[in-house]
């Protein structure tokens, strides 16, 4: 499942070792898993980067960039 994926972004966090993460979703309600699996990732992970999440609309306008 999504383990996996949790597994890769934690080595990209501490091996990696990677400054930022930037999360980009569009505004349908199926693409929110992917803060969830960067969360638990941050979660395990020995270094803490910034999250921003951007939302993305339909037709490609950006509707909210913040960081998380």
């Known amino acids: 499942?999504?383990?996996v994926y949790?597994?890769?972004l934690?080595?990209?966090i501490d091996t990696a070792k990677i400054n930022t993460i930037t999360v980009m979703?569009?505004?349908?309600?199926?693409?929110?898993?992917l803060l969830q699996m960067v969360r638990a990732a941050l979660?395990?992970?020995?270094?803490?980067v910034p999250v921003k999440k951007i939302?993305?609309?339909?037709?490609?306008?950006v509707i909210q960039e913040e960081w998380v």
């Not at 979703?25 to 898993?33: A, F, I, Q, R, S």
């Not at 939302?55 to 306008?61: D, Q």
């Open 43 to 48: 979660a395990v992970a020995s270094r803490k």
């Open 55 to 61: 939302i993305v609309g339909i037709n490609g306008e």
């Open 25 to 33: 979703m569009m505004e349908v309600p199926c693409c929110g898993g």
């Open 1 to 3: 499942g999504t383990d």
């Open 6 to 8: 949790v597994e890769k």
């Open 10 to 12: 934690t080595a990209m």
